[in-house]
């Protein structure tokens, strides 16, 4: 293994950071088509240069590219959606009203996740909340330079209902907890544009409440 990142991968993510940053949304939409394994490889390469809580890096990533493995896990990440949603008191299609939009399009990845062409599990090594804490910035460094190579995606989880036969299907240490599942591919629509609160509603300055004038 490299003591050091590939030379040539930082050349390949050439979109701005502005670019990525105000363009990269979530991406539940996917086309089938294949992602190379070059373009796998830059990507997590970039979510492994996060940093984490000293210097850990308690991330593992889980590429889950076989048609059965895909197929078997999509039908586990739908019992885990649904298991979420009964947690909620929905129970079915009909207590999502058509108007939500978000949570109609969150099902509809339910369905097809199993199609998208990769998912990744990111993987703590160790169980708590410094682990965790831990694999945020690489989960969104790895979104980050899937959008800088037009690949699109979105950060999911599982339930408890279905973790113990995740861990079985892909043979998954016991003590190795996963954090998210990220279904990645090239998006049947666009990136942005974005809709987010205003910066006004959503910061502070020195105290609670006291918006500061320069948003």
């Known amino acids: ?33 294949p992602i190379s394994d070059r373009d796998l490889h830059d990507i997590l390469l970039a979510a492994t240069q996060a940093p984490s809580g000293g210097n850990v890096q308690p991330w593992h990533f889980l590429v889950v590219q076989d048609a059965g493995q895909r197929r078997e896990l999509g039908a586990l990440y739908r019992e885990a959606w649904w298991a979420k949603r009964r947690d ?3 129970h079915g299609p009909e207590d999502i009203p058509e108007t939500d939009t ?20 990111v993987c703590a090594l160790a169980q708590g909340a410094p682990a965790l804490a831990s694999v945020i910035p ?13 690949i699109g995606g979105t950060i999911t989880t599982l339930h408890a209902d279905v973790d113990e036969r995740v861990h079985t299907l892909l043979e998954i240490p016991d003590a190795v907890q ?7 591919g090239y998006p049947r629509g666009r990136f ?23 948003v």
């Open 102 to 121: 978000i949570a109609r399009s969150a099902m509809r990845l339910a369905d097809e996740i199993g199609d998208a062409p990769v998912l990744i599990l």
């Open 1 to 33: 293994m490299s003591d050091s990142p590939d030379p040539s991968t930082p050349d390949r993510l050439t979109m701005t950071l502005g670019e990525a940053v105000f363009s990269m949304r979530a991406i539940r939409r996917l086309r089938p088509d």
């Open 138 to 150: 690489a989960t969104e460094n790895l979104l980050l330079a899937a959008r800088a190579l037009g």
């Open 88 to 90: 909620q008191g929905i």
């Open 178 to 184: 996963v954090v998210y599942c990220v279904p990645l």
């Open 192 to 214: 942005g544009p974005l809709n987010r609160k205003p910066l006004n509603e959503v910061t502070s300055l020195d105290r609670w409440g006291a918006t500061p004038a320069w």
